[in-house]
């Protein structure tokens, strides 16, 4: 039986890698690398270094893919990102069968973890015939971003909130919390906000030597996070951002 191995690799830093995603990735007999194109370069190019560092079985092979570019124009949002699904994992499948005959173990580096705004376990649901899931959970972005900030997350006794750019956008401040985690902004969901005794601490690149870190007032902040964003953006061709929101107590 085929058993597909989704390995938490943590936000760009290889030292995040755990002991166990160390052994999974030695485990398998076929490692997958996606290619998102030349903007996202570095994605791929972590995730060879990782394997360099870190294979030491000599018959594990790797084998790159490049992934299907979602329909941005697609008025429906959830029709389009399951029919982008869908066609990720169509091509998950080819690159399986052109490389393993239904049996072996095939593994898949991902971003952060698996199972926080990542829909890798939802699209190996959809690979026919079905193979064993099994899971190395990783380091998120919000573990990261808490880090470098020396920031602890919930205030005593409250919660907190992880939501993405689109939902801030349309919904504005969540009710019944005063820490927001926002993810998946594509642009700057922030901006929408009023900013009064509002605190951001962001972070760009989080674990990586292009790491941007920048923390204080919304206020104060907003249009220096606009600027440097955007400039990051042009420079990468990408950019991988996230954020906490805290209000004044």
Known sequence: MLTLSLIGIGCGDPGQLTRAAVEAINAADLVLIPRKGTAKSDLADLRRTICADVLTNQTTRIVEFDLPVRDAEE??????????????????????ADHRDGEGKVALLIWGDPSLYDSSLRIARRLDPLPKIEVVPGITSIQALCAVHALPL???GEPFLVTTGRRLREGGWPAGVDTVV????????????DPAGLYIYWGAYLGMPDQILMSGALAELCPRIV??????????????DSYILKRAR
């Open 75 to 96: 008025a429906d949002y959830r029709k389009g990102v399951d029919d982008w699904h869908d066609a990720i994992a169509a091509t998950w499948r080819q690159a399986i």
């Open 182 to 193: 926002v993810m998946l902004d594509g642009g700057t969901a922030f901006q929408s906000l």
């Open 154 to 156: 919930n205030d005593i």
């Open 227 to 240: 600027a440097v964003r955007q400039q990051a953006r042009e420079r990468h061709g990408w950019i991988m």
